[in-house]
């Protein structure tokens, strides 16, 4: 397998902590391009899509990080064992992408009462739901993992955005909601080469 792979994106967790979580779970080497915000308008034409994060494979360069971080999926072996283990795993990688674009939405929104009643619907509503269907999944799939008896990219995905909520003021009472959940995050955290990279990772707000 070539390791010539470079990974830019700002230095951040954001939309392309998936693709360096599957990097770390199978300790394969990468180039880590932490793009300054002010370098990218100069950048951004350059990309093959006019947006972060891309990454250069065998010199050539691809977008969208959920089309990435599916290919490195199969590619390192965590993309379930069917097709069907794989529809389970992209119905839950969506459902993450859904609630991420939700709490992204309220980050950026400039307007502070529409900013607070985005907000409210994220605690309130958007969340719960959220963290209560993944707690299904894992109750029903009863292997402590989402799909299967291993842990998958959905497992990756899952841990990535569980780890940025929990960094919240609020988490705890986000994570009242599933428990097993919460209790998931901290499985994942302890797999060996994730623990090493969450470890070393520079510790931004995003």
């Known amino acids: 397998m070539s390791k010539n792979y470079t990974l830019h994106y700002f230095d951040g967790r954001g939309r392309a902590e998936l693709i360096r979580l599957l990097f770390a779970m199978k300790d394969v080497k990468f180039q880590d391009d932490r793009i300054k915000f002010d370098e990218w308008p100069k950048l951004k034409p350059k ?3 006019g947006q972060l994060p891309y990454m250069m494979i065998k010199d050539k360069p691809y977008g969208q990080s959920i ?3 599916r ?3 199969k590619e390192f072996g965590l993309y379930g064992k069917d097709n069907l283990s794989q529809l389970a795993i992209d119905e839950i990688i ?4 859904d609630f991420r ?3 992204v939405k309220v980050r950026f929104e400039a307007d502070a009462a529409e900013k607070a009643k985005l ?3 994220l605690e309130d509503e958007t969340g719960p739901a959220f963290l209560t269907k993944m707690s299904t999944i894992l109750t029903e799939n009863k292997t402590g993992f989402l799909v299967g008896s291993a842990c998958t990219v959905a497992d990756l995905a899952l841990f990535d955005i569980m780890s940025g909520m929990a960094k919240q003021p609020n ?3 986000a994570f009242a909601v599933a428990p097993n959940v919460k209790t998931h995050m901290e499985k994942i955290q302890a797999i060996p080469n994730i623990k090493a990279w969450v470890a070393k990772r520079p ?3 995003f």
């Open 171 to 173: 988490s705890s009472k």
């Open 67 to 69: 089309a990435l971080a």
């Open 101 to 103: 674009n939700a709490a």
């Open 119 to 121: 907000q409210k619907k």
């Open 47 to 49: 990309t093959p899509t």
């Open 203 to 205: 510790d931004t707000e």
């Open 94 to 97: 969506d459902n993450i992408v």
């Open 71 to 73: 290919y490195f999926a």
